[in-house]
T-cell receptor, first 110, second 110 residues
Framework: EADIYQTPRYLVIGTGKKITLECSQTMGHDKMYWYQQDPGMELHLIHY???????EKGDLSSESTVSRIRTEHFPLTLESARPSHTSQYLC?????????FGPGTRLTVL | RKEVEQDPGPFNVPEGATVAFNCTYSNSASQSFFWYRQDCRKEPKLLMSVYSSGNEDGRFTAQLNRASQYISLLIRDSKLSDSATYLCVVSSNQGGKLIFGQGTELSVKP
């Protein structure tokens, strides 16, 4: 089993609030990723990082931002949550091509 | 045209049936290929990597045809616990990034 953790697992929050979704991995992987997935729909890459101080936007435009100050930590921040941000957010990490996923954060913005 | 295309589901089969999933990809430069499994409202988990020579893991057999850019997954003697969405995944030519198909849902009935 992969050692990748996400908190919180579930978050219900009001419009306009700032939120940070946490993702940590203990495998020493250089590469980390954030995906967004709506129920029954495809995974969409929104951010990725190839190492410390490296972040890139993914294929799906997102209003969120990320940072990579430590190898093991890749938090995602929404400055002002809106109902359109309601979704599941999945974090993953890899050393080569195989990606391992965390359990996800299910975000609901009211 | 999507970069990775899978059979549209859902597949509804009785226990013990043999099920075959098909997938095509458009990027001839892709080097790594995978099948992931995703249970309802959970994260994707690696089922198996796919090699040019074909590979088998118990009841699961994966095959790759690079010339046709085609990947398959065969499940023999299907179990109730095989019910899930199966994701065909291909590496992009941007190191580390993966491209996920939309998934094919399998429902195994008693």
């Amino acid at each position: 089993e992969a050692d990748i953790y996400q908190t919180p697992r579930y978050l219900v929050i009001g419009t306009g609030k700032k939120i940070t979704l946490e993702c940590s991995q203990t495998m020493g992987h250089d590469k980390m990723y954030w995906y967004q997935q709506d129920p029954g729909m495809e995974l969409h890459l929104i951010h990725y990082s190839y190492g410390v101080n490296s972040t890139e936007k993914g294929d799906l435009s997102s209003e969120s931002t990320v940072s990579r100050i430590r190898t093991e930590h890749f938090p995602l921040t929404l400055e002002s949550a809106r109902p359109s941000h309601t979704s599941q957010y999945l974090c993953a990490s890899s050393q080569e091509d195989t990606q391992y996923f965390g359990p996800g954060t299910r975000l609901t913005v009211l | 045209r999507k970069e990775v295309e899978q059979d549209p589901g859902p597949f509804n089969v009785p226990e013990g049936a043999t099920v075959a999933f098909n997938c095509t990809y458009s990027n001839s430069a892709s080097q790594s290929f995978f099948w992931y499994r995703q249970d309802c409202r959970k994260e994707p988990k690696l089922l198996m990597s796919v090699y040019s020579s074909g590979n088998e893991d118990g009841r699961f057999t994966a095959q790759l045809n690079r010339a046709s850019q085609y990947i398959s997954l065969l499940i023999r003697d299907s179990k109730l616990s095989d019910s899930a969405t199966y994701l065909c995944v291909v590496s992009s030519n941007q190191g580390g990034k993966l491209i996920f198909g939309q998934g094919t849902e399998l429902s195994v009935k008693p």
